[in-house]
């Protein structure tokens, strides 16, 4: 029987309980399709610090390292907040994919049939959209250097640094022209460029690995008119590709097309070695512990794991289907609830998505 090993983080806030949900799924659909799944469960971001007093400890990225996939629920809380910031729970994220090489961030949008009404736009604007989000990972202001605070002249001063270097756009373009052959053919790259220059050698580099793709529409945009289209066409686009910042922001309000961000996965890809799945939405801690928290994207990032990490098409096709028969269903968690359905909190919901897996 083939065996995978997926290096697990539960992490902090309503991470455990979405945790536990996709665990059950996973197992489940594992036993259905033929393989064995063996989680390495290790501390990341504040359960790391309180076990360690570091976000990521160097046996924990060992482990990653060793692994097929990793699959993170949640990390971050406020009572982090005071640490210095090479201490708190995000720089762990940071430096997990820093050390893992994960350059590719895949944020997919697709709307729900059953979730047409859950978004605040108009169900003709969102209607059909299905879109991918490509977002550069681990360059751009994130990651670049010079930064600090400093003080002078009875005054602080703080920056970042945006820089890119030709070879970190052209990998991240490769990956977003593959994908949108591989889906509509289009592709829309966006930047800054009337105003940095980070941004025009982005355009640039854009532009040369476009010659190399002549089967794919590129277009370009620049990122205040990517926001505004987002919500005012959002069906245009096909692939987005954009920089760490961009993306950032960008997937985030592409998350408020579905209805919720408790509904967008993500994956983290690099040339080589395991792939890191997640959530885009944080911890929550608001509502940590009090089984409030919306399962899916949890499960749906699984489902992600199951058909890049690991190669089992049909177990995330499977878990894919569970999620859309349960929402069809009429089950919704608190973030989704409309008039006319029925409101589960988490387990409950993974009880639901657990039956309509197994029916």
């Given at each position: 029987?083939?065996?995978?090993?997926?290096?697990?983080?539960?992490?902090?806030?309503?991470?455990?309980?979405?945790t536990?949900?996709?665990?059950?799924?996973?197992?489940?659909?594992?036993?259905?399709?033929?393989?064995?799944?063996?989680?390495?469960?290790?501390?990341?971001?504040?359960?790391?610090?309180?076990?360690?007093?570091?976000?990521?400890?160097?046996?924990?990225?060992?482990?990653?390292?060793?692994?097929?996939?990793?699959?993170?629920?949640?990390?971050?809380?406020?009572?982090?907040?005071?640490?210095?910031?090479?201490?708190?729970?995000?720089?762990?994220?940071?430096?997990?994919?820093a050390?893992?090489?994960?350059?590719?961030?895949l944020?997919?949008v697709?709307?729900?049939?059953?979730?047409?009404?859950?978004?605040?736009?108009?169900?003709?604007?969102?209607?059909?959209?299905?879109?991918?989000?490509?977002?550069?990972?681990?360059?751009?202001?994130y990651?670049?250097?010079?930064?600090?605070?400093v003080?002078?002249?009875?005054?602080?001063r703080?920056?970042?640094?945006?820089?890119?270097?030709?070879?970190?756009?052209?990998?991240?373009?490769?990956?977003?022209f593959?994908?949108?052959?591989?889906?509509?053919?289009?592709?829309?790259?966006?930047?800054?460029?009337?105003?940095?220059?980070?941004?025009?050698?982005?355009?640039?580099?854009?532009?040369?690995?476009?010659?190399?793709?002549?089967?794919?529409?590129?277009?370009?945009?620049?990122?205040?008119?990517?926001?505004?289209?987002?919500?005012?066409a959002?069906?245009?686009?096909?692939?987005?590709?954009?920089s760490?910042?961009?993306?950032?922001?960008?997937?985030?309000?592409?998350?408020?097309?579905?209805?919720?961000?408790?509904?967008?996965?993500?994956?983290?890809?690099?040339?080589?070695?395991?792939?890191?799945?997640?959530?885009?939405?944080?911890?929550?801690?608001?509502?940590?512990?009090?089984?409030?928290?919306n399962?899916?994207?949890?499960?749906?990032?699984?489902?992600?794991?199951?058909?890049?990490?690991?190669?089992?098409?049909?177990?995330?096709?499977?878990?894919?289907?569970?999620?859309?028969?349960?929402?069809?269903?009429?089950?919704?968690?608190?973030?989704?609830?409309?008039?006319?359905?029925?409101?589960?909190?988490?387990q409950?919901?993974?009880?639901?998505?657990?039956?309509?897996?197994?029916?």
């Amino acid at each position: 029987m083939t065996s995978h090993r997926i290096t697990l983080f539960a992490g902090d806030g309503i991470g455990p309980e979405i945790t536990a949900v996709a665990r059950e799924l996973l197992d489940a659909v594992s036993r259905r399709h033929g393989f064995e799944l063996f989680y390495d469960e290790q501390p990341m971001g504040g359960a790391a610090i309180d076990a360690t007093g570091e976000p990521l400890p160097p046996s924990t990225l060992e482990a990653c390292r060793t692994a097929d996939a990793v699959l993170l629920a949640a990390i971050g809380s406020p009572q982090y907040d005071s640490l210095p910031r090479e201490k708190r729970p995000e720089s762990g994220l940071l430096g997990l994919r820093a050390g893992l090489g994960l350059f590719a961030n895949l944020r997919p949008v697709k709307i729900i049939p059953a979730l047409a009404g859950a978004s605040t736009l108009k169900p003709e604007v969102i209607e059909g959209v299905d879109l991918l989000v490509v977002r550069e990972l681990i360059g751009g202001v994130y990651f670049g250097t010079p930064k600090g605070r400093v003080e002078a002249d009875g005054h602080v001063r703080a920056f970042n640094t945006m820089a890119y270097s030709d070879f970190e756009i052209d990998r991240i373009a490769r990956v977003g022209f593959d994908l949108a052959l591989q889906r509509g053919g289009r592709l829309c790259s966006v930047d800054k460029a009337n105003v940095l220059d980070v941004s025009q050698l982005w355009r640039d580099r854009v532009e040369a690995i476009h010659v190399d793709y002549p089967g794919v529409n590129l277009s370009h945009m620049y990122v205040d008119n990517a926001a505004m289209q987002l919500v005012r066409a959002p069906k245009q686009f096909d692939v987005i590709l954009t920089s760490n910042l961009f993306g950032d922001i960008l997937s985030d309000e592409a998350a408020m097309l579905t209805g919720s961000i408790g509904m967008l996965p993500s994956a983290s890809l690099g040339s080589a070695g395991p792939g890191l799945f997640e959530p885009i939405h944080g911890s929550a801690p608001d509502i940590a512990g009090q089984d409030l928290a919306n399962p899916m994207a949890m499960v749906l990032s699984a489902a992600m794991l199951l058909r890049i990490g690991l190669k089992q098409e049909a177990a995330a096709a499977d878990l894919e289907a569970a999620v859309e028969r349960t929402l069809a269903a009429g089950f919704r968690t608190g973030d989704l609830m409309a008039e006319g359905c029925t409101q589960l909190g988490c387990q409950a919901m993974g009880e639901q998505l657990l039956a309509a897996l197994e029916g």
